[in-house]
């Protein structure tokens, strides 16, 4: 229930957000689509722990203001192989091994690599991945082993209590 | 206290401003990395300062601009948008490529593999 209410609850924030106009019948329309929306989604089956994520925002958010001073450290060099005149380059693939476990850690790890420059997930086989990165140097299996911890941590963190309560 | 106000508000058109070139200066890096890059993996990796900063300081001087709340809130949504999308973008490019067995350039010396069956 508290993952229909956290739905319905961003749902609205972003209507009132966006629309600006606040009479009553846009606010009934905007009752109308959010129901719809929910309704949509609960038949899908996407409403559950990973599709709406909001109990564990504290986390992700705190995880989300370190991946964002990670992506600007990590743009500097990409920024400089771009402009230097000779192309100082050492493209290569790393395969990588993660801890994560459900689908929604994964895809942050998987993504949060690929939105930092310098590196791109190209697969994902069970816990392992492969990935293109620009220097070969920097990219040691090593060098993921925070962010995939920490994604971990973000959204697979005490998942066992919350499956077993 | 008014003329801190004052100064800030002289300043905002100018912060935004800034800014907004930055970024505009970052997304032409990009552009000139995805032309320079040898091939399409690296070139990927060019795009996402595209993706990453220049959008960031491009919007964030936006919001430093934007005459209203609303305005902030939608670049906002606009900034969570493009971060949530576009890596699942770059990865669905990369994977593709790398499932339809596309060879990459590897190592410092940039050897071009032989790609002559997925050229012709």
Not at chain 2, 100 to 113: E, M, S
Request: charged share 15%; net charge negative.
């Amino acid at each position: 229930m508290g993952y229909f209410a956290g739905l319905i609850f961003v749902l609205a924030a972003l209507w009132l957000g966006l629309s600006g106009i606040y009479k009553p019948l846009l606010l009934i329309l905007a009752g109308i689509s959010i129901l719809i929306s929910v309704v949509l989604a609960s038949r899908l089956e996407t409403v559950d722990r990973e599709g709406s994520p909001y109990g564990r925002s504290i986390p992700i958010l705190s995880y989300w203001a370190w991946l964002m001073i990670e992506i600007f450290k990590a743009n500097w060099p990409v920024i400089k192989a771009c402009v230097s005149a000779n192309l100082n380059i050492n493209p290569a693939f790393v395969r990588v091994k993660t801890r994560c476990e459900s689908d929604l850690a994964k895809t942050i790890f998987a993504n949060s690599i690929t939105l930092t420059p310098g590196t791109v997930t190209v697969e994902v086989e069970g816990g392992k991945l492969l990935i293109h990165a620009l220097f070969e140097e920097d990219a040691t299996p090593d060098s993921f082993d925070e962010m995939d911890l920490r994604s971990y941590r973000a959204a697979d963190g005490k998942r066992e209590e919350e499956l077993a309560a | 206290m008014s003329e801190l106000l004052g100064i800030l508000i002289f300043l905002k058109p100018w912060v935004g401003g800034i800014l907004c070139v930055i970024g505009a200066l970052l997304a032409l890096i990009g552009s000139i990395g995805v032309l320079r890059f040898p091939d399409f993996f690296t070139r990927l990796h060019a795009a996402s300062i595209t993706d990453t900063s220049a959008v960031t300081l491009s919007l964030l001087g936006m919001a430093i601009l934007a005459p209203s709340w609303l305005v902030v809130f939608k670049l906002a949504a606009i900034w969570l948008f493009i971060f949530l999308t576009s890596p699942t973008g770059s990865h669905a490019l990369a994977n593709a490529a790398h499932t339809a067995g596309l060879q990459p350039v590897l190592g410092r010396d940039l050897k071009r593999p032989d790609n002559s069956e997925e050229g012709a």
